[in-house]
């Protein structure tokens, strides 16, 4: 009889914990929680993309360049696309230490059709459009939710933004009077960008020291 009783209770026992084991794997959570960085992630794999785009469209005007004999503009662009992935680089591992995955897209064929004065008159406009769009939101949405690190990031390629700029317009005012040695150079942890005659000892981005630029003469 006790045997048949311990029988007996035992198998409630097994009954209860099967009926728990299933609620529990069947319960609806109601929907998944959001990130608390779920705006800078998203504004950080925006940031991804645009620069990976740049990156493609440089490479395709250093190609122009170098068929034109354009020695100058061909160290420029060479120079911007190398910035352009540096900041891709830093903001996909900024974008993956807040919780969220960048998987780049394939590299889109590049509008290289026109001389490289015109595609210097297009990169030109492309810095203006983007850097006054959204980068200042970005950076504002950063440190609205304390998020030093995004913010350092996101500074830096929104500078590195105006620099490409101020490069370009200062090639199309002086295309065809620079001397032969002269060139770029960028920061290979921040992706700032330097003309070689105006480099700094150090990145006053990042404070990374001169001889470990990257030159393209």
Wanted: contains cysteine; aromatic residues 10%.
């Amino acid at each position: 009889m006790r045997l048949r009783l311990l029988f007996i209770f035992c198998v409630l026992i097994a009954a209860v914990a099967l009926g728990w084991v299933f609620s529990r794997a069947s319960r609806d959570d109601g929907p998944a929680k959001v990130s608390v960085w779920a705006e800078n992630i998203d504004d950080l794999e925006q940031c991804c993309r645009i620069k990976s785009a740049k990156a493609s469209l440089y490479d395709a005007y250093a190609a122009t360049a170098r068929r034109e004999k354009k020695a100058n503009a061909m160290c420029l662009f060479q120079a911007l696309a190398a910035s352009e992935r540096i900041h891709e680089a830093n903001c996909a591992e900024a974008l993956r230490l807040l919780g969220g995955q960048y998987t780049p897209s394939l590299r889109r064929t590049a509008d290289t059709t026109g001389t490289t004065a015109r595609q210097v008159a297009r990169a030109i406009v492309v810095e203006r459009q983007l850097h006054d769009r959204e980068a200042g939101e970005m950076i504002r949405r950063a440190m609205e939710k304390h998020n030093r690190y995004a913010a350092r990031i996101l500074t830096w390629t929104a500078a590195s933004d105006l620099k490409h700029l101020i490069l370009l317009e200062h090639y199309q005012s002086n295309a065809g009077h620079f001397p032969p040695d002269r060139g770029y150079a960028v920061c290979p942890h921040c992706g700032n960008t330097f003309d070689t005659a105006y480099c700094d000892p150090y990145c006053p981005f990042c404070m990374t020291a001169d001889e470990e630029f990257v030159r393209y003469l």
